[in-house]
């Protein structure tokens, strides 16, 4: 699935992964490949993401919004 992360300043990351776990205003939570539909509110924290190397890879964010649609999931974060 596609994961893009974005700021109102610049592009965090953009690239295809297999897992995403995000920090929700009530705890973590992960999606993973063809997700449902969904919007949610995030929280202050760390979101990890895996590629095909299977590898954890760190984000922080402030909090932010995040939409998951077509097997892409977008974070607009603070």
Known sequence: MKLEVITPDTTLFEGEVELVQLPGLDGLFEVLNNHAP???????????????D????????????????????LVLAE
Do not use: S, T, W
């Not at 969904?38 to 095909?52: D, E």
């Not at 299977?54 to 999931?73: M, S, T």
């Open 54 to 73: 299977r590898k954890d890879h760190f984000l922080e964010i402030n909090g932010g919004v995040l939409e998951v649609l077509h097997n892409k999931v």
């Open 38 to 52: 969904m919007i949610a509110a995030l929280g202050k924290g760390r979101i990890k993401y895996q590629q095909q």
